[in-house]
């Protein structure tokens, strides 16, 4: 599975924006898909994920009731809608496939290239 993430940039405290990944390659509706993010001098940490069959989603805490994951397998791509931007959640995203529902980065085998993205205050 290849995964090409977009939609990042540069966005004020409180305005919104939408991630998305691509996905090519391997049947990408069996995959649970996640976003994770880095901020610098930080670790990687999980934002949201997606399951495959029904849908289920996990939040960060930090995230939660700001961001939306969602899927659409017709056109193999997952969204990541991001309002309330703090500048705290300023980092690069990157999207990721595994084989199950996980909060855990190492759980992912397949990884987009990041898209970062910057919430000025």
């Known amino acids: 599975v290849q995964l090409q993430a977009s939609g990042g940039g540069l966005v004020q405290a409180g305005g919104s924006l939408t991630l998305s990944c691509v996905a090519s390659g391997r049947t990408f509706s069996i995959y649970a898909m996640g976003w994770f993010r880095q901020a610098p001098g930080k670790e990687r940490e999980f934002v949201a994920a997606i399951g495959w069959r029904y849908g289920t989603t996990y939040y960060a805490d930090s995230v939660k009731g700001r961001y939306t994951i969602s899927r659409d397998n017709a056109k193999n791509t997952v969204y990541l809608q991001m309002i309330s931007l703090k500048p705290e959640d300023t980092a690069v995203y990157y999207c990721?496939?595994?084989?199950?529902?996980?909060?855990?980065?190492?759980?992912?085998?397949?990884w987009g290239q990041g898209t970062e993205v910057t919430v000025s205050s």
């Open positions: 990721a496939a595994a084989p199950v529902l996980s909060r855990a980065s190492s759980r992912y085998d397949y």
